[in-house]
């Protein structure tokens, strides 16, 4: 079970961008893998919550979280095979974590252990700086400044590096590519 969480080998540089809900993770990722001709990588756990919302009208559950691991990884390994240089990923496994923790005070160590062994290159973690949109699945848009902290602190607290996007989506850019081509 565990090898449906690691990340398959490759000479392409890994993007992943965290942060708490609407704060343009996917704009960017989209819009940067444009940029530069290559892949970007779905938020997994989006994809899998809005079918279950679809279809039962149900929201996460703990059972939910090893599924959504999973087909987070199997996103990301599909796309290197078709990636350049780069590979921008919305979310990653530690956006999980975070969330386990958040809703459920806790995390599978499995997927926590996998999450803090997987490398990426930059991890871009996103301010709140940007208008809350609505959506299905959004569900905290007065808490996003605790959740920013709690991102911040985890990422901070397990020394895993990053650098903190703030402003509209097109400094955003510019503060990314600064950063990629140094």
């Given at each position: 079970?565990?090898?449906?969480l690691?990340?398959?080998?490759?000479?392409?540089?890994?993007?992943?961008?965290?942060?708490?809900?609407?704060?343009?993770?996917?704009?960017?990722?989209?819009?940067?893998?444009?940029?530069?001709?290559?892949?970007?990588?779905?938020?997994?756990?989006?994809?899998?919550?809005?079918?279950k919302?679809?279809?039962?009208?149900?929201?996460?559950?703990?059972d939910?979280?090893l599924p959504?691991?999973?087909?987070?990884?199997?996103?990301?390994?599909?796309?290197?095979?078709?990636?350049?240089?780069?590979?921008?990923?919305?979310?990653?496994?530690?956006?999980?974590?975070?969330y386990?923790?958040?809703y459920?005070?806790?995390?599978?160590?499995?997927?926590?252990?996998?999450?803090?062994?997987?490398?990426y290159?930059?991890?871009?973690?996103?301010?709140?700086?940007?208008?809350?949109?609505a959506?299905?699945?959004r569900?905290?848009?007065?808490?996003?400044?605790?959740?920013?902290?709690f991102?911040?602190?985890?990422?901070?607290?397990?020394?895993?590096?990053?650098?903190?996007?703030?402003?509209?989506?097109?400094?955003?850019?510019?503060?990314?590519?600064?950063?990629?081509?140094?």
């Amino acid at each position: 079970m565990e090898k449906d969480l690691i990340q398959r080998p490759s000479t392409c540089q890994r993007i992943a961008f965290v942060g708490p809900e609407s704060t343009g993770k996917t704009t960017l990722s989209q819009r940067m893998a444009a940029l530069h001709h290559t892949q970007w990588v779905e938020e997994y756990m989006r994809l899998y919550l809005q079918e279950k919302w679809d279809k039962q009208r149900a929201v996460c559950s703990w059972d939910d979280l090893l599924p959504i691991a999973k087909g987070q990884i199997r996103l990301e390994n599909e796309a290197l095979l078709k990636a350049n240089d780069y590979l921008f990923c919305d979310t990653c496994l530690l956006e999980l974590v975070v969330y386990s923790y958040i809703y459920y005070g806790k995390c599978d160590p499995m997927i926590e252990k996998q999450a803090l062994s997987h490398k990426y290159d930059h991890i871009f973690l996103t301010y709140i700086d940007t208008p809350w949109v609505a959506d299905d699945l959004r569900d905290k848009p007065h808490e996003r400044e605790e959740i920013f902290s709690f991102f911040k602190n985890f990422l901070e607290k397990k020394t895993i590096p990053f650098h903190l996007l703030k402003g509209g989506i097109d400094h955003r850019i510019e503060q990314i590519n600064l950063i990629l081509n140094k």
